[in-house]
């Protein structure tokens, strides 16, 4: 008997897609290589990633929505008849690993189930590949069966323009610092405490640099009228006699 995927055209209102990256492994891309759990993986598309650009990959979604990552079981493609090395070309551009791979651990055991690689797509041919704001993250098993049908599980999505910061799985964007939203050490990230209208705080740094300014020529002002004693004389006392806290 044939297993046919299930169709999912849309989904549910609120509906997010989100499995963590031990599910992903142990339950998605386990049952699609082992075979003979169509319906239970149906949710995740079978498509070859390098056959299509990034941007057409999310059309190709087996459900449509607004969440920004979709998921892809990717038949491993060979460069070479014979080779290992992984074929990541497309005609518009190709995807470069970037960075370190990671371990992913079952928590309940610790074991190493899978690798995790991340992927980001150029434009073009190298050395002239213009970087973009895809990415994928691609999930190699750490196991394998008898006559298993051999496959990658992807994660693709798009990053916003902006530099972003890198949520782990399972954290909260309220949980990260404010601030650190953008990496760049040119721009200035200010806490949104100020109403629209009032002070900003760029004028409130302004605001501590007049007092500051005000304070040195105060000070100024005082050490201008120890002049006339004689050094011998002006010690521990007279400092102490028309210190800032005693001057009137």
């Known amino acids: 008997m044939t297993n046919r995927a ?14 963590t990256d031990e599910e992903l492994v142990n339950h998605y891309l386990r049952l699609k290589m082992h075979g003979g759990y169509e319906q239970e993986v149906s949710i995740i598309a079978e498509v070859n990633v390098c056959d299509f650009e990034p941007w057409v990959l999310p059309g190709l979604s ?32 190709y995807w470069k690993v970037t960075g ?15 690798t995790k690689k991340t992927l980001v797509f150029y ?15 691609e999930y190699h098993p750490n196991f394998s069966f008898h006559n298993q049908r051999d496959f990658v599980l992807c994660k693709l999505k798009k ?16 949980n990260v610092p404010y601030g650190l939203g ?19 705080a760029q004028m409130a740094s ?9 304070e040195i ?12 004693f004689d050094d011998g004389d002006f010690g521990l006392n007279s400092a102490l006699q028309f210190s800032p806290g005693n001057y009137m």
């Open 6 to 19: 299930l169709s999912f055209p849309s989904s549910p209102v609120g509906y997010v897609f989100r499995p």
């Open 62 to 93: 087996t459900y449509q929505s607004n969440d920004p990552e979709c998921y892809f079981f990717c038949p491993r493609s060979y460069k070479y008849v014979n080779s290992h090395r992984a074929n990541r070309t497309t005609e518009a551009g």
């Open 100 to 114: 370190k791979s990671r371990i992913i651990k079952a928590k309940s055991t610790k074991e190493h189930i899978a």
């Open 123 to 137: 434009e073009n041919r190298v050395p002239n590949g213009v970087k973009t704001e895809w990415v994928i993250h």
């Open 159 to 174: 990053h916003p323009g902006e530099n972003m910061p890198t949520f782990e799985e399972s954290e909260s964007s309220s």
């Open 182 to 200: 953008n990496l760049n050490p040119t721009v200035r990230n200010y806490p949104p405490t100020f109403e629209e209208g009032g002070h900003t």
């Open 206 to 214: 302004n605001s501590a640099n007049n007092r500051l300014e005000e």
């Open 217 to 228: 020529n105060q000070l100024r002002t005082q050490l201008e009228s120890f002049r006339g």
